[in-house]
């Protein structure tokens, strides 16, 4: 019996977001939230949860993201600079491998065209038809390299390299290791 079919999970089925299962799920919850941090959509000063930085409503005596209890860890005003930048180099490194994965294949789609109106035999060499794969081609093949492909890449590596940092981040802040 492996150890997928114990923890209950059917064997063969995708375990977490793009196969990558985070060691911290509360990071994971808050990236979108930090994301508009980020992109300056939500105010800066507010008041925090003091372990993972979620923000919290007045209310609130524990954080909805990691359960830490504001009684446990003060509340903080603001998002340390230091946490906002691992969020932004998940979001970056995501954002490269989709916009590359978009770029190669519109480059295999204009070598396509390319082939198709230099060597093209018959009907093939035909350069509406070649215009037609560019477009259509072009538009299908970055979706595939960029939206599908690229995407789950880059969704694991930045999601790997913000857990590292985060790892990082609490061995600093809480002085283990």
Same mark, same amino acid.
């Given at each position: 019996?492996?150890?997928?079919?114990?923890?209950?999970?059917?064997?063969?089925?995708?375990?977490?977001?793009?196969? *990558?299962?985070?060691? @911290?799920? @509360?990071?994971?919850?808050?990236?979108?939230?930090?994301?508009?941090?980020?992109?300056?959509?939500?105010?800066?000063?507010?008041?925090? %949860?003091?372990? %993972? @930085?979620?923000?919290?409503?007045?209310?609130?005596? &524990? %954080?909805?993201? %990691?359960?830490?209890?504001?009684?446990?860890?003060?509340?903080?005003?603001?998002?340390?600079?230091?946490?906002?930048?691992? *969020?932004?180099?998940?979001?970056?490194?995501?954002?490269?491998?989709?916009?590359? /994965?978009?770029?190669?294949?519109?480059?295999? !789609?204009?070598?396509?065209? +390319?082939?198709? &109106?230099?060597?093209?035999?018959?009907?093939? /060499?035909?350069?509406?038809?070649?215009?037609?794969?560019?477009?259509?081609?072009? @538009?299908?093949?970055?979706?595939?390299?960029?939206?599908? +492909?690229?995407?789950? +890449?880059?969704?694991?590596?930045?999601?790997?390299?913000?857990?590292?940092?985060?790892?990082?981040?609490? !061995?600093?802040?809480?002085?283990?290791?």
């Amino acid at each position: 019996m492996t150890e997928e079919r114990a923890a209950g999970v059917p064997q063969g089925e995708p375990v977490g977001i793009a196969g *990558y299962v985070s060691p @911290y799920p @509360y990071v994971d919850r808050l990236q979108e939230k930090m994301e508009e941090r980020l992109a300056r959509r939500v105010p800066a000063s507010g008041r925090f %949860c003091g372990f %993972c @930085y979620a923000r919290l409503r007045a209310e609130d005596t &524990v %954080c909805p993201f %990691c359960g830490t209890a504001t009684a446990e860890r003060e509340p903080v005003s603001e998002i340390p600079q230091e946490v906002l930048r691992l *969020y932004l180099a998940k979001q970056k490194t995501e954002a490269r491998w989709v916009h590359g /994965g978009a770029f190669f294949g519109l480059v295999v !789609a204009s070598a396509l065209f +390319i082939w198709m &109106v230099i060597w093209g035999p018959g009907i093939l /060499g035909h350069p509406a038809l070649a215009f037609g794969v560019l477009l259509l081609g072009g @538009y299908v093949l970055a979706q595939l390299f960029g939206t599908f +492909i690229g995407a789950q +890449i880059g969704y694991r590596k930045g999601a790997r390299r913000r857990d590292a940092m985060w790892a990082e981040f609490l !061995a600093r802040r809480d002085g283990a290791g």
